[in-house]
């Protein structure tokens, strides 16, 4: 905008009025009769041009001609500017136009004779140049000149035209014709035609010049093109209408109409673009002619994003709406005039009032006379930009008064001029009552502190002593009249013989270094509890208890602190000897091989010993606080509630109890509760002696799960025979009657029932491998090549089932076995594994010795046993298959009891391990 205005007031500038030809021909002959011979010879001289605009020859003339004179006086007459330089570049003539433009510098006389580059400082350094090239050349120069004359731009057609004597280019005549007004016309034009192209295209507004006669699009913006996603070849020369681009019935119809309209402002409209998304625009239209036709201008702003944003303050006003209609505050809006412009339901409510009630009302109708002289106060405030909070009294409609706490804060108009204010107030009604309940209260408190039996002190902020109970004075013997209102740390001299910060002290002004001050310390909240050695006024060396926590006003804010101290002497006396009691025995209960706890009448621990926390795993501080069930097993913690019961009525108990480790693991022991009282008779708790009998529990177990296998063999050995000798009859019979004619279409039924029979006898010759009294044949032989031998069995099962097996063979001694029996136990053990597992997972085989044992483990990477089923392995009957016998463990508990050995399980959330111990035999 800056260049177009420079180029206007350049363009602008026009020359100044002049004469008209016949005031200057009669000034020129009036001048005529004065000029000098020499002069006027001067003149025929330059008269007598080569080549002049009208042709004309030269003639030779030696003296003053009249035809000489006419060509002077033509051109002093001429609106043309004219000058005739010599060889030297030195004006010989100027005629009266140009003489006239430069007047204020210079006079005819002052100006004939001199270098005219000097004479005419506004003439551009090329123009010597060109004087030069007509007098070296003899050559006619024309050029166009911008010229700055008195601070005004003059455009000039300049004609250099050379004037020959002889063979010579002797001077120079040259003529300028101010062309300012047709620069400045063609100018205008010029610019105006590339003001409207680049206004076109970079106009930030879609924009489009299209045929009216056939919707032809003729040329779009690049901001037309970017939104509606089109390039220039897709739409310049085709139709408007194929770009589909109001896809809306609305939008058509509205568009189909406007169209036949000349003008159309501010239109909304919705369009698509390329891509199908829908956006928004606001549509103008005008008719213009084009090279004869007529066409109309469309300009539309894309305002999509203002839709968007407008919708989403749309959305939030109602948010806001919504927040100032159920805020639990009340929002008060008056205008200068104090005059109500917007209340909330929640203010009428607080007033008593409905909001049509309340709105158009003065505040100061619902406050009395001497509030409204407050309020008056506080609205110059408002005026002078500030915001305040303050606590302010109403009148509601029914009189009664209602007390506020009120945040108001001004509003001002877009010229800053304050327009208003904002109250967000508060119902502190209640709490103005609690307020003057306190004070009553305050008052009563301070009759209380003096029959408090403790000695009692209270200070202020600035370490001032407040209050001092007649207890302190007893206990100091300083009254309180002499020590209230004293700071400086002066109600610790009669304690410590010297100025310093006692617990009160800290309270206000916590210091790091203070604890080791103190002979025990401790900090519950914002309470500091101490006991310390000092002095009192019946004894010099008195422990002493005490304790201080801060003190709050109605506003949350610190205002002192307060501290209680009692004399304890006599008790830290028999603590002291109770401790060194109480050591003795502590070492004897921490050293003691059994695990000891005590629990309160709450079930929760309260003393336990290294013994019963190793045991468990845990540490001692760890249990202490816990609830003794946390420690039992799930399944005995029903017994442990009836022997807490029992406790309670005074009867010691003892039983077995499973007690739950922190990894997991469970441990067996026997509990022995013995009830413990108060010296009044009461429960209070029970102390409770622990011996871990998990070995023994475990060789019972597995002494009563051989038992079990031992009593399965023996019904095994009964009815085995009973059961397959009619099994096998009935076997025959099938087979006979699947071969008749009759039963043909029955066979497959026939061999359906002989599969099943043949499933029950697998099953009950698994059974009769229970039997204790199955006779084995042991050898000494060797488990690692017992386990390679069945190894590629075991890895082809596995690779069928997608898994992998790995074996890992230790040396090993040689052990009193059956092989074929331990084969069995292998395969059963590898087999189960393997369908433990999911796809991808292995099997593990490994031998090793551990002192006097050698192990078998065959390890699994499957999801775990359940521990409901972990403590039933082994036991005939009990599986987690779906088409499982259950004999598959016990026949391998069968035979690890036919070896003497034992089998152990450890199971979770990794997979399963089982550990086969064989006895070395002796001397190996």
Request: proline share 3%.
């Amino acid at each position: 905008m800056d260049t177009y205005n420079e180029d206007q007031n350049e363009l602008s500038v026009h020359a100044d009025n002049l004469k008209s030809k016949q005031q200057l021909i009669d000034e020129l002959y009036a001048l005529r009769e004065k000029l000098d011979n020499e002069k006027q010879k001067s003149m025929v001289k330059i008269m007598q041009p080569q080549n002049i605009n009208d042709g004309l020859q030269k003639e030779n003339i030696g003296s003053v001609s009249e035809k000489g004179i006419r060509y002077g006086l033509v051109l002093n007459a001429m609106d043309d500017w004219v000058h005739v330089i010599d060889e030297d570049l030195n004006i010989i003539f100027i005629n009266d136009a140009m003489l006239k433009i430069c007047d204020k510098i210079h006079t005819r006389p002052s100006i004939i004779g001199h270098n005219i580059m000097k004479s005419f400082p506004f003439l551009s350094e090329y123009v010597e140049e060109e004087y030069q090239q007509v007098l070296r050349t003899g050559k006619e120069v024309i050029t166009e000149d911008k010229n700055v004359i008195d601070n005004r731009v003059i455009y000039t057609e300049t004609r250099k035209i050379p004037v020959v004597e002889g063979n010579e280019v002797v001077n120079v005549l040259t003529i300028m014709r101010d062309i300012s007004e047709r620069k400045i016309s063609d100018d205008l034009l010029r610019l105006s035609g590339e003001r409207f192209n680049k206004a076109f295209h970079a106009n930030p507004s879609m924009m489009a010049i299209i045929k009216v006669s056939d919707d032809v699009c003729l040329d779009a913006n690049r901001s037309f093109l970017i939104n509606t996603g089109y390039s220039r070849e897709e739409l310049v020369g085709y139709s408007i209408k194929k770009l589909r681009l109001w896809k809306e019935p609305e939008d058509r119809r509205i568009v189909k109409k406007v169209l036949h309209e000349k003008s159309v402002q501010s239109l909304e409209v919705s369009y698509r673009n390329k891509s199908g998304e829908k956006r928004y625009g606001l549509a103008y239209k005008e008719n213009v002619t084009i090279d004869g036709e007529e066409c109309y201008l469309g300009v539309m702003v894309d305002i999509t994003d203002f839709k968007v944003i407008k919708e989403a303050l749309e959305v939030k006003e109602e948010m806001y709406r919504r927040i100032v209609e159920t805020a639990q505050e009340g929002i008060w809006l008056v205008d200068t005039d104090y005059r109500t412009t917007f209340v909330n339901e929640k203010m009428a409510e607080m007033l008593g009032y409905t909001v049509e009630e309340m709105t158009g009302e003065l505040l100061y109708a619902f406050m009395d006379e001497e509030w409204r002289a407050i309020a008056k106060e506080h609205g110059k405030l408002r005026k002078q930009g500030t915001a305040e909070q303050y606590e302010f009294k109403y009148h509601k409609k029914d009189g009664e008064e209602v007390w506020t706490l009120s945040s108001v804060s001004p509003f001002f108009a877009p010229d800053g001029s304050w327009a208003g204010s904002l109250g967000m107030i508060a119902d502190i009604t209640h709490r103005k009552e609690a307020e003057k309940a306190l004070r009553e209260s305050n008052r009563r408190v301070a009759d209380i502190l003096n029959f408090l039996p403790d000695s009692t002190l209270v200070i202020d902020c600035q370490g001032r002593v407040i209050a001092w109970n007649k207890a302190a004075e007893e206990m100091t013997g300083i009254k309180s009249e002499d020590i209230l209102g004293k700071g400086d740390y002066e109600h610790s001299i009669p304690f410590y013989r010297y100025r310093r910060p006692i617990l009160v002290d800290h309270v206000l002004n916590y210091e790091q270094d203070w604890e080791p001050n103190y002979s025990r310390i401790e900090i519950k909240g914002k309470a500091l509890i101490g006991e310390n050695l000092c002095r009192t006024i019946d004894n010099p060396e008195a422990y002493l208890w005490a304790i201080a926590t801060p003190l709050y006003d109605i506003q949350g804010n610190i205002t002192g602190a307060i501290e209680s101290i009692r004399d304890i002497t006599d008790r830290r006396r028999a603590e002291d000897d109770l401790k060194a009691s109480e050591e003795q025995y502590r070492r004897i209960v921490e050293t003691a091989n059994e695990g000891i706890w005590l629990n309160d009448r709450d079930n929760k621990i309260t003393f336990v010993n290294e013994k019963m926390a190793k045991l468990l795993g845990y540490t001692v501080e760890s249990i202490i606080g816990c609830s003794l069930f946390k420690f039992i097993a799930k399944d005995h913690r029903q017994m442990a509630c009836i022997m807490m019961e029992r406790n309670r009525k005074g009867i010691r108990v003892e039983h077995d109890f499973k007690f739950r480790c922190r990894d997991g693991s469970s441990i067996w022991a026997v509990v022995s509760m013995t009830p413990i009282y108060s010296t009044d008779k009461k429960y209070v708790g029970s102390l409770a002696m622990i011996s871990d009998v998990t070995e023994r529990k475990k060789l019972e177990m597995q002494m009563a799960r051989l038992d079990r296998l031992n009593l399965v063999g023996q019904i095994a050995a009964c009815i085995g025979h009973e059961i397959r000798n009619p099994m096998t009859s009935v076997r025959g019979f099938l087979q006979i009657l699947a071969g008749e004619e009759i039963y043909k279409q029955d066979k497959e039924h026939f061999e359906l029932m002989i599969e099943e029979l043949d499933r029950a006898n697998s099953i009950i010759t698994e059974f009769l491998s229970l039997a204790k009294n199955k006779a084995i044949e042991l050898k000494l032989n060797d488990l690692n090549s017992i386990v390679k031998s069945i190894f590629p069995l075991i890895n082809a099962e596995a690779l069928v089932q997608d898994k992998f097996a790995q074996v890992h063979l230790e040396e090993i001694p040689k052990l009193l076995l059956d092989e074929s029996e331990i084969r069995q136990l292998i395969l059963n053990l590898a087999r189960n594994a393997l369908e433990a597992m999911p796809p991808e997972k292995g099997l593990m085989v490994k031998t090793f010795r551990d002192g006097a044992e050698v192990i078998l483990l065959v390890e699994d990477q499957g999801s775990g046993i359940h521990p409901d089923i972990l403590g039933e392995i082994g036991t005939p009957f009990i599986t987690t298959k779906e088409e499982g016998t259950g004999l598959g463990l016990p026949v391998c508990y069968s035979i690890a009891a036919r070896h003497d050995a034992a089998i152990e399980v450890e199971s979770g959330a990794g997979g399963t391990t089982f550990f086969v111990r064989f006895k070395t035999p002796a001397g190996i």
